[in-house]
């Protein structure tokens, strides 16, 4: 995991993984997403190999259309980053062990 602080206030948190389970990135995965992070004021962005998704955009996750197997960079900047950062990875381990 990368995190850099910028200042005392703005903080970046990024770290790559592979999705797990069968479903990948599915639509009900990509809507906890969604809840978990509205709440933060930081910027929460998932990164696939071709394309970049905002985290509180659900069509915009949708979009990645990423697989199992396939990597994903979970990148937030912001005063609550690592909280962000912490709400998004808690939900892909969850759901990773439900499998």
Known sequence: ??????????????K?????????????LSKKIVEAVYRFKSEVKLISLESTADAKDIFGILGLALAAGEPLIIKTEGEDAQSAFNAVW?????TEQEK
């Open 90 to 94: 808690a939900i892909l381990k969850q």
């Open 16 to 28: 790559r993984i592979v999705m797990q389970g069968r479903d990948g990135l599915s639509l009900y």
């Open 1 to 14: 995991m990368l995190t850099i602080d910028l200042a005392s206030e703005n903080m970046i948190v990024a």
